[in-house]
């Protein structure tokens, strides 16, 4: 099945970037196929790199980042949304893209399922 | 809506070529007031690019997303920009399909004569009905 999915909430307040992310995992294990991921919200602080948790924390930003490097997993993040929380092109984290929420429409379209992670 | 080539606006479709424009149906829930936090005016965003990608959209206000839809908003005194006239903006964008739930409605001492644009109410029931023709549901 070709998966889409949407995170509209930060990394550590909230759980949804990590549910999406052993989603995405897990999905990948049984074969599926992820179309995209599209970061909304809160959900575009996942895209930075300036991002360092305590040394005993999981890293969410890099997870993200290694997850896209070895699966080439689309990381989108909204422009509209980024831009009003500082997030830039020269603080992404490597494997995310910023680009407009009509990859998040195109998401709905092109795949069997949009997920969403969030409240 | 018909996918006719009169409705497609070439320059605001998918990339990818291959065959026609799929439609699906879109559905936004909306389900929290329109100030204290941002999902509400960032929905209403998503709307408004869904439709320029000529899609099925409808919008549903749950819970305190109702509030999205009543007139007379003053926001000075929070320092927020009134939004709410973008809602009457939405027929413009060929989006006309809005559903209110009743309950939510009147659990806030609100009718239909409060709201700012056409609305059909629903009961949960047929809430219920219209989600399950769905193909993508979005809540905020």
């Given at each position: ?30 074969g ?22 305590p ?65 | ?12 479709q ?36 869904a ?23 003053q ?39 409060d ?18 023709q ?7």
């Amino acid at each position: 099945m070709k998966f889409g999915l949407l995170v509209s909430e930060g990394p550590y307040t909230h759980q949804a970037s990590d549910s999406a992310y052993q989603f995405v995992v897990a999905a990948l294990a049984k074969g599926h196929e992820i179309q995209r991921v599209f970061f909304y919200h809160d959900g575009v602080n996942n895209a930075t790199r300036l991002t360092e948790p305590p040394q005993d924390d999981r890293h969410v930003v890099n997870r993200w980042s290694a997850l896209a490097a070895a699966n080439k997993v689309d990381l989108v993040v909204c422009v509209a949304a980024a831009l009003r929380r500082g997030i830039k092109e020269e603080v992404l984290a490597p494997g995310f893209r910023i680009s407009g929420l009509g990859q998040l429409v195109d998401s709905g379209i092109k795949t069997d399922r949009l997920v969403t992670f969030g409240d | 809506m018909d996918a006719t080539d009169e409705t497609k606006k070439m320059s605001e479709q998918p990339t990818s070529g291959g065959s026609g424009p799929k439609v699906k149906k879109f559905m936004f829930v909306n389900r929290k007031a329109p100030y204290g936090t941002i999902y509400a005016l960032e929905s209403l965003e998503v709307v408004l690019i869904a439709a320029t990608f000529d899609q099925d959209v409808s919008l549903v206000f749950i819970d305190d997303g109702v509030y999205e839809l009543v007139k007379g908003q003053q926001t000075k005194g929070i320092g927020m920009k009134n939004f709410s006239p973008s809602y009457r903006a939405l027929d413009g964008y060929d989006v006309e399909k809005l559903y209110v739930d009743r309950n939510s409605l009147e659990q806030r001492g609100l009718t239909e004569k409060d709201l700012l644009v056409p609305v059909e109410v629903f009961d949960a029931q047929q809430m219920g009905q219209l989600m399950a023709q769905q193909d993508v549901i979005l809540s905020f």
